[in-house]
């Protein structure tokens, strides 16, 4: 393996394991609830991009995007949908659980995605809106104005992300703390909401028990 292959990141895992646990290992449980989480992510989005298409919109899932920062550090992912019309391109997020489970961690992910998109001009003159887009049956279909006219939406839960301004300053922010968290000598353990479920036996969290009560 290359020394560049070695210094590349998953951009979910960048955004994610600056604010949960980094030594969460998921147990059993947890992994057959992802496992199922899956398939309504899949059936969310084939949804999401059949309706948005109907507004005129050309989709395009698992858009791929890669970039380099200045600490040397490369980074890789896929956004979920990307759908664009002659002046707009809508950048989706999609999650498989309802808004009351979102974390500041999806946030990260899609200003990442939207930050390589706009750095690396791949949509030249176009307006570049970031959505999460959060699966919940019981909801409402949505409608998104732009430009050109409303999008329709599926039902879902949507979270328009207008933070384009400060977009480089959050996002190179993330990328420091992601720097420092995982190459200090001295280790820094940032608590998430998994770390309860923690099936690692060698988690400090999961020591510092067992010498309590030893």
């Known amino acids: 393996m290359s020394e560049q292959q070695r ?3 998953g951009i979910k895992d960048i955004s994610h394991k600056v604010i949960e646990c980094p030594e969460f290992i998921p147990t059993p449980s947890t992994k057959s609830h992802w496992k199922n989480a899956t398939g309504f992510h899949d059936s969310f989005l084939r949804r999401l991009a059949s309706e948005v298409e109907s507004s005129g919109f050309r989709c395009s899932a698992e858009f791929g995007v890669e970039h380099e920062f200045p600490q040397g550090m490369k980074v890789r992912g896929k956004a979920d949908l990307v759908c664009e019309n002659q002046d707009t391109v809508l950048l989706f997020e999609v999650k498989s659980f309802p808004l009351g489970r979102a974390s500041l961690g999806d946030r990260n992910q899609l200003l990442f995605y939207a930050y390589i998109i706009m750095r690396q001009s791949l949509f030249p003159g176009k307006e570049i809106i970031p959505i999460l887009a959060y699966s919940n049956d019981d909801a409402d279909p ?8 409303v ?10 992300l207008n933070v384009m301004d400060g977009l480089t300053e959050t996002v190179e922010s993330n990328v420091r703390a992601y720097h420092i968290l995982t190459s200090s000598k001295r280790k820094t ?3 998430g909401k998994h770390c309860f479920k923690c099936d690692n036996q060698n988690c400090v969290i999961i020591r510092s028990r067992m010498m309590r009560h030893g």
């Open 189 to 191: 353990f940032v608590m």
């Open 7 to 9: 210094d590349t990141r």
């Open 151 to 160: 999008v329709n939406l599926p039902p879902g839960q949507y979270v328009v």
């Open 142 to 149: 949505g409608m998104l104005p732009v430009k050109s006219g």
